[in-house]
């Protein structure tokens, strides 16, 4: 009979659904740094999914659109201070696209499977676990596509200052997704069917709920600490900023001052902290290797480097030698800010920008790991934090701590540097790592294991900190199974979804196969 019970019709109609759906994207927004309201993650995913149930395809990618723009438009908003509102819009408009067309397999999930799997554990279990794992299939397409993707907004991140963080020790980022956007679906679910007062009915979603409150982060081993001096030299490291040369190196230089003397085991400087390429200017090379000896401690510094045709931006190791131990160079430089992609496609929509971006860095293959007296460091490089598998490959490698080396200077004034810090802080927690998110002109701050501050810097200032960064050994689950746990909620998801499809379109064949009874006689 399943098979032939007609698809529910839209719980809303598409003139209330549709600016619903942009306040659920405006509301979503107020989750992440600057605000961090993370509690308003759960009506506005709850809110968004509203608009999707019983939705045909154009009405459900109308709403998944509009949805994405008030999301990405506001969320992105940082973009526009460097690339100018044309870029800021095309980006922000490619991400609503792509979540618009990734809003379909939510909105056939809402129409099929009450149908394939009825009564109350398919619609407060089944369905919330398949519209979730769709959610995180829409989070990684957008994460990865194209041209890498770009992983900004995921709703996990937006709970790195709530009390459900921790679980993404073991599940990671996207297993935490998963978990939010489940517990909403269920939610909305229970409300739907008016099941909320029924003890038995709500078990799952209070039981998933419980779940998320207690579970405490997964236990790293403490294995000593690493005093770590970090300079933020406020230099002009913009990309439009007027300076003169080696005016960022002089400024990193002028801030590290009140530093010699004291006791380090390394010093870390930002990205781009050096103007010029030390493996290839003997001044430069020179002036690190004297600022090595006055520190008398190893200096963890970026700069761009050039070998052959290529030009990379990289993290290296200075001693008072020279050059010591491996080169990291950043896997995921950023599309149209680094390197411009399809150049000859692009440049005719934005000549001036794309003429701007003359240099083209090339990704890096190395192991995001360097070895400073036995101590393994993570590396990642800026927008590199926020792609899973540098920060993962790094722990594997043996990380005992992180150092994010990051320069946000075109971006003054708006709150990417808080975004990109939350990121920092839920590598830690997922990690168990403690992390050092160094940045040119901030936020820089020390992160705990736990993901609380152990020291900062004012945005905007040059100074410096001195610190005993905790170190720690063992895997944490979020580690070992993350990418497994992304395959299985994200694609999973998809296949359960196809997987209800065709039981659908197998029992309407059937049906219509089936030859209906006619009467004996009048």
């Not at 030299?233 to 002028?254: C, S």
């Not at 950023?334 to 794309?354: C, H, M, N, Q, S």
């Not at 994200?490 to 009467?519: C, E, I, M, Q």
Request: proline share 8%; net charge neutral; charged share 15%.
């Amino acid at each position: 009979m399943s098979g032939t019970t007609p698809p529910p019709r839209p719980l809303l109609r598409l003139a209330f659904a549709a600016p619903l759906s942009v306040v659920a994207g405006l509301l979503l927004v107020t989750a992440y740094p600057a605000l961090a309201w993370w509690p308003l993650a759960f009506p506005a995913v709850a809110l968004a999914l509203l608009t999707l149930i019983g939705r045909r395809f154009w009405s459900a990618v109308l709403v998944g659109f509009l949805f994405g723009v008030a999301f990405f438009s506001v969320n992105l908003l940082f973009t526009a201070r460097y690339l100018g509102p044309i870029p800021w819009a095309a980006l922000f408009v490619l991400e609503a696209l792509l979540t618009a067309v990734l809003a379909v397999p939510i909105a056939l999930a809402y129409r099929w499977v009450p149908r394939v799997v009825p009564g109350v554990l398919g619609r407060t279990l089944a369905l919330p676990a398949l519209v979730a794992g769709l959610w995180v299939l829409r989070e990684q397409i957008v994460g990865s596509w194209p041209y890498g993707g770009f992983p900004w907004g995921r709703i996990g991140v937006s709970q790195v200052n709530g009390p459900f963080a921790e679980v993404a020790s073991w599940v990671g980022m996207s297993g935490l997704s998963f978990l939010i956007v489940l517990l909403c679906a269920m939610a909305v679910e229970l409300v739907r069917l008016r099941r909320f007062r029924r003890p038995l009915a709500a078990v799952p979603a209070a039981g998933l709920l419980v779940v998320l409150l207690v579970l405490p982060q997964f236990p790293t081993a403490a294995a000593g600490s690493l005093r770590v001096g970090a300079v933020q030299g406020n230099g002009p490291a913009g990309y439009f900023d007027q300076r003169a040369r080696d005016a960022v190196l002089n400024a990193q230089l002028a801030a590290s001052a009140p530093l010699f003397g004291q006791q380090m085991d390394v010093l870390l400087w930002p990205e781009g902290g050096v103007d010029s390429d030390p493996t290839a200017n003997n001044s430069t090379s020179a002036v690190l290797e004297e600022l090595s000896r006055r520190v008398d401690a190893p200096l963890l510094v970026s700069a761009v480097t050039e070998r052959g045709p290529d030009l990379f931006n990289s993290a290296l190791l200075w001693t008072a030698d020279g050059q010591s131990g491996a080169t990291y160079d950043k896997r995921h430089p950023v599309p149209f800010g680094e390197y411009v992609p399809d150049r000859a496609f692009w440049e005719p929509f934005a000549p001036d920008l794309i003429g701007l971006i003359g240099r083209e860095y090339t990704p890096g293959t190395a192991s995001p790991l360097i070895d400073i007296d036995g101590v393994g460091v993570g590396l990642a490089i800026c927008f590199d934090v926020i792609y899973d598998d540098v920060v993962w490959d790094g722990a594997d490698a043996g990380a005992q701590v992180y150092m994010f080396q990051t320069n946000n200077a075109d971006f003054r004034g708006t709150d990417e540097n808080l975004q990109q810090l939350a990121f920092a802080q839920m590598r830690a927690i997922e990690t168990g790592r403690a992390v050092v998110n160094l940045s040119t002109v901030g936020t820089s701050q020390v992160i705990a294991p736990d993901g609380s501050t152990l020291d900062a810097l004012p945005i905007d200032e040059a100074g410096h900190m001195l610190t005993d960064v905790p170190l720690r050994t063992g895997l944490t689950p979020a580690v070992v199974i993350g990418p497994a746990v992304k395959m299985v909620l994200g694609w999973g998801s998809l296949a359960g979804l196809l997987a209800a499809g065709l039981s659908l379109a197998v029992r309407a064949r059937r049906t219509k196969k089936t030859p209906t009874p006619t009467g004996a006689g009048v």
